[in-house]
Structures are given as C-alpha cells and as structure tokens.
C-alpha cells in the first residue's frame, strides 16, 4: 500500500509558474514508476507526465513537452511536477499517481496508486 498525497496547486495567472509536490509514504518509493493526470471540469482524465523508479527516463505529453518537466527524490519518497509557461487550458485537479510497472507507464490503467488531487486553476 502506497499512500500519496499532493500538494502545492492553487491560482496563477497564465504564463505563470508552480511546482506540484507528491509525497509517498512507505519504505518502497523507489520501487514504483511515478505520475502525474489531471482531469478538467467535463473531461476525462489525462496523461501528463511520467517518471521511472531510477527517474532516468521520462515521458511527457505532447501538450505540455517544453513547459513542464517531472522529477524525483527516492530519498525524500518525493515526486515533483514542475510546471512553467502555464496556460488556461491547463486548468484541472492534477493527481499524482504510483505504478509497479519497470518502465515509464502512460495508461491510467498501470497505475496501482492514486492521491487526492490538488487544484491548478490558470487565468487569462
């Protein structure tokens, strides 16, 4: 069991920046290929980045390649979303989410862990 819990969303204005923290409990952070979807009001929820157990492959969504960058600290059971150049159609509960998977999981499906979310709300 892996409990995660995110934290650092709130209101930006557009082309602003914020970092998304993920805080896993538990001995086996490192264990687990990290996350991160976010879900907008009347959609679905997406993929926006991913991290291997190592965090030395990543994967992004092509909607936010150049402006968001996710990282880790196996040490700290930390995962972070680092988000720059932020625009209104990023607006969304953002979630972080944990997958035993050995690579760098995409699919909602290979995620065995998920947190609450957190709110990013950018305005014009």
């Known amino acids: 069991q892996v409990d995660l819990v995110e934290v650092g969303g709130g209101l930006v204005q557009a082309g602003g920046s914020l970092r998304l923290s993920c805080a896993a409990s538990?001995?086996?952070?490192?264990?687990?290929?990290m996350g991160w979807f976010r879900q907008a009001p009347g959609k679905g929820r997406e993929f926006v980045a991913a991290i291997s157990r190592s965090g030395g492959s990543t994967d992004l969504a092509d909607s936010v390649k150049g402006r968001f960058t996710i990282s880790r600290d196996n040490a700290k059971n930390r995962a972070y979303l680092r988000m720059n150049s932020l625009k209104p159609e990023d607006t969304a509960v953002y979630y972080c989410?944990?997958?035993?998977?050995?690579?760098?999981?995409?699919?909602?499906?290979?995620?065995?862990?998920w947190g609450q979310g957190t709110q990013v709300t950018v305005s014009s």
């Open positions: 989410a944990a997958s035993r998977i050995a690579r760098v999981p995409f699919r909602l499906g290979e995620y065995d862990y």
């Open positions: 538990g001995r086996t952070f490192s264990t687990y290929a």
